[in-house]
């Protein structure tokens, strides 16, 4: 007993700073939009409608965000180079047993699939008249519409996101804190909550476009986000239940706070109430509530399940 006490309290916090907790917020909108509209747009058949593209402006503009606040974390910004190119051979670099280096690599890939994505909805708007860029523009749009080869794209990309959304995740499961370590079901938090905050911003987008007709898409997408809720409730409960003695960490003092008052109640289940209520669900008034709650409880969230473990080390 005594040498796993030493062991423990031998610990030292990763010291994520505060520039972690916007890279998963960030993180989680541009990913989950993307997911979203990606798999709608291969899979949805009736749900496919007009105003769907518009998810990938979302993505491109919060994808800079992801970059900076990830490169920004490093004390020092060159590392992220280090681990895309290997400088003294002057080769590419993948290292497969690095989780940071298979990090990177998403993030760079993935940034590449959110410029395709932006270029096909300036195609489909119609904003730049260029020739050469209506040539590439027409190119991207077989891509990414009626076709087998679209369909495999997009389901490929989606996957990509998905995992470019549970990265980090995957990353802090692989460090010496206790609480990070003893339960396998971080990267699944993030990707549950990136769906939920991906259909949130394409509604609040779509809410305040000067465009008509986005009614069928919205609607399709409060039912995803309502379906998102659900699980989201269910992902915390199962991952607190996975913490075991290590839930002290993110339900002590102010954590726990945040945690049932902000990120459940008020980030989940009362998004969820205004929802199902039909009297609300309808309005854009409860529209832009619902979904500011949804941003402040996926926020909070992500504050205690990184910040309430390091606060023990």
């Given at each position: 007993m005594t040498p796993y006490i030493y062991e423990i309290t031998q610990l030292k916090s990763p010291h994520f700073p505060w520039q972690v907790i916007a890279y998963l917020f960030a993180n989680g909108i541009a990913s989950g939009t993307y997911?979203?509209?990606?798999?709608?747009?291969?899979?949805?058949?009736?749900?496919v409608q007009k105003g769907l593209h518009k998810a990938y402006y979302i993505t491109f503009?919060?994808?800079?965000?992801?970059g900076a606040f990830l490169i920004g974390k490093l004390e020092v910004t060159s590392r992220f180079i280090n681990v895309l190119w290997n400088s003294r051979d002057g080769v590419l670099m993948l290292n497969a047993n690095s989780p940071m280096s298979w990090g990177a690599w998403v993030l760079t890939v993935f940034s590449v699939i959110g410029t395709l994505s932006v270029i096909y909805a300036i195609t489909e708007d119609g904003l730049i008249r260029w020739k050469w860029f209506q040539k590439l523009g027409g190119w991207v749009c077989?891509?990414?519409?009626?076709?087998?080869?679209?369909?495999i794209y997009l389901t490929v990309t989606s996957a990509l996101a998905a995992w470019f959304g549970s990265y980090l995740g995957v990353l802090v499961?692989?460090?010496?804190?206790?609480?990070w370590n003893t339960?396998?079901?971080?990267?699944?938090l993030w990707?549950?909550?990136?769906?939920?905050?991906?259909?949130?911003?394409?509604?609040?987008?779509?809410?305040?476009s000067k465009g008509e007709g986005y009614g069928?898409?919205?609607q399709g997408l409060n039912r995803i986000a309502v379906s998102a809720l659900i699980i989201n409730v269910a992902a915390i409960i199962v991952f607190v239940i996975s913490l075991g003695e290590w839930f002290r960490t993110i339900n002590s003092g102010h954590f726990g706070w945040l945690l049932w008052g902000v990120a459940v109640l008020l980030g989940l289940l009362l998004p969820l109430a205004i929802k199902l209520i039909p009297r609300l669900s309808g309005s854009k008034s409860s529209l832009i509530i619902s979904s500011l709650l949804i941003l402040l409880g996926s926020l909070a969230l992500r504050y205690v399940v990184i910040m309430g473990p390091q606060s023990f080390w």
């Open positions: 997911i979203i509209a990606a798999l709608l747009q291969a899979y949805g058949g009736k749900m503009c919060f994808l800079p965000f992801c077989r891509l990414y519409e009626g076709n087998v080869g679209s369909k499961t692989t460090s010496n804190v206790p609480t339960t396998p079901f971080i990267p699944m990707i549950v909550s990136a769906v939920l905050l991906g259909a949130t911003c394409m509604m609040l987008a779509l809410s305040f069928p898409l919205i």
